[in-house]
T-cell receptor, first 109, second 113 residues
């Protein structure tokens, strides 16, 4: 069963690019990798999803190496409002969902 | 607004009691997921239903049970409540099975005293 590991916390500054890496060594062949953002007392919100290589949308990019044992969420030019907890989720195949413990990102002015 | 509704928003009850949390998924979504999030903790996946059938089980206690009804709304039943059951309970829905984006509701905050 896949297990996801991500840093507990990270700090950065406004205008910087932030990269958060998730490790998932036992990812199954058909599993997808999804990232969510959560603000205090709110439900998580979808950011981006990918299977391999690179995916980009209007808010983030997701980099997945060929072996798919890790993934990196990239947030370009962060602002104070990006302060939140970011979760990595691996799964989908065999109906199993493995959530990481979350990375608390603090953006400083 | 994700389109997922959860009631009640807050619930305060005593140890040993039983409560029912309700979730209405987004229109057209067939899958419903339940999660528990204790204070300053990560999300704990409890259970998933797809079109009325249980599809996946996570760390759900035997004191907890859930079901999805023909109109696709779902209920999570928590019984013999303990202080440690105090948490935010989230429901999420998605169009199909576990792949793809999940849409989370606002959560029900349960306080057991």
């Amino acid at each position: 069963l896949a297990k996801t590991t991500q840093p507990i916390s990270m700090d950065s500054y406004e205008g910087q690019e932030v990269n958060i890496t998730c490790s998932h060594n036992n990812i199954a062949t058909n599993d997808y990798i999804t990232w969510y953002q959560q603000f205090p007392s709110q439900g998580p919100r979808f950011i981006i999803q990918g299977y391999k290589t690179k995916v980009t949308n209007e808010v983030a990019s997701l980099f997945i190496p060929a072996d798919r044992k890790s993934s990196t969420l990239s947030l370009p030019r962060v602002s104070l409002s990006d302060t939140a907890v970011y979760y990595c989720l691996v799964g989908g195949s065999n109906y199993q969902l493995i959530w990481g413990a979350g990375t608390k990102l603090i953006i400083k002015p | 607004d994700s389109g997922v509704t959860q009631t009640p928003k807050h619930l305060i009850t005593a140890t040993g009691q039983r409560v029912t949390l309700r979730c209405s998924p987004r229109s057209g979504d067939l899958s419903v997921y339940w999660y528990q999030q204790s204070l300053d903790q990560g999300l704990q996946f409890l259970i998933q239903y797809y079109n009325g059938e249980e599809r996946a089980k996570g760390n759900i206690l035997e004191r907890f049970s859930a079901q999805q009804f023909p109109d696709l709304h779902s209920e999570l039943n928590l019984s013999s409540l303990e202080l440690g059951d105090s948490a935010l309970y989230f429901c999420a829905s998605s169009p199909g099975t576990a792949q793809g984006e999940q849409y989370f509701g606002p959560g029900t905050r349960l306080t057991v005293t």
